[in-house]
Nanobody, 120 residues
Framework: QVQLVESGGGLVQPGESLRLSCAAS????????MGWYRQVPGKQRELVAR???????NYADSVKGRFTISKPDAQNTVYLQMNSLKPEDTAVYYC??????????????WGQGTQVTVSS
């Protein structure tokens, strides 16, 4: 089994920054990709940023130039640095990982979510 634990959410004012962290643990053999999604009530969950093995990244157009995803090679942890936050970034942010365990093939895992609120 794989667990993803997020941290770093909170309440900030427009223009401020936050850094989200997501640590993966369990019977991990290999992580193919990790990413961040967000969801607001009444809307579908959407991709924010994703990083795959080897370091390639992709971002939603709405966050390009403001958010940066990173994952140190030696860690099963992914970070999302969010700068110049806007009220429309308010959402529950979910960590996602594409993981192969010691007994199963690659599968998708999700964290419990962390609330990010941007408001003056």
């Amino acid at each position: 089994q794989v667990q993803l634990v997020e941290s770093g959410g909170g309440l900030v004012q427009p223009g401020e920054s936050l850094r989200l962290s997501c640590a993966a643990s369990g019977s991990i053999f290999r992580i193919n990709a990790m990413g961040w999604y967000r969801q607001v009530p009444g809307k579908q969950r959407e991709l924010v940023a994703r990083i795959i093995s080897g370091g390639s990244t992709n971002y939603a157009d709405s966050v390009k130039g403001r958010f940066t995803i990173s994952k140190p090679d030696a860690q099963n942890t992914v970070y999302l640095q969010m700068n110049s936050l806007k009220p429309e970034d308010t959402a529950v942010y979910y960590c996602n990982a594409d993981v192969r365990t010691v007994v199963t093939n690659f599968a998708q895992y999700w964290g419990q979510g962390t609330q990010v609120t941007v408001s003056s």
